[in-house]
């Protein structure tokens, strides 16, 4: 299975980004999507997850900021960023069950 993110990028604060991870291979729909962020000098934490069923769980710093979706058709998962802060500025990566994607650069200016 390869996931391959895209839509990262720079924006300015209050601007939005929309996220994309789509995944190659046989995949099982059961698995839960989720992304991860990691910003200099900071651990990688979790930003937002979906499971099988669609509940959605968010990191507290992002809520009624961002939005995760899937498709399972396309074995895509998105993430829809908006009110972005610099302090979201990070790599982001897309997990689907244990894979995941190589990342994609945030950056918001201030």
């Known amino acids: 299975v390869q996931l391959v993110e895209s839509g990262g990028g720079l924006v300015q604060a209050g601007g939005s980004l929309r996220l994309s991870c789509a995944a190659s291979g046989s995949i099982s729909s059961v698995y839960v999507w989720a992304w991860y962020r990691q910003a200099p000098g900071k651990q990688r934490g979790l930003v937002a997850l979906?499971?099988?069923?669609?509940?959605?769980n968010y990191a507290d710093s992002v809520k009624g900021r961002f939005t995760i979706s899937r498709d399972n058709g396309k074995n895509t998962v998105y993430l829809q960023m908006n009110s972005l802060k610099p302090e979201d500025t990070a790599v982001y990566y897309c997990?689907?069950?244990?894979?995941w994607g190589q990342g994609t650069q945030v950056t918001v200016s201030s």
């Open positions: 979906i499971t099988s069923s669609g509940s959605t």
């Open positions: 997990t689907l069950g244990y894979y």
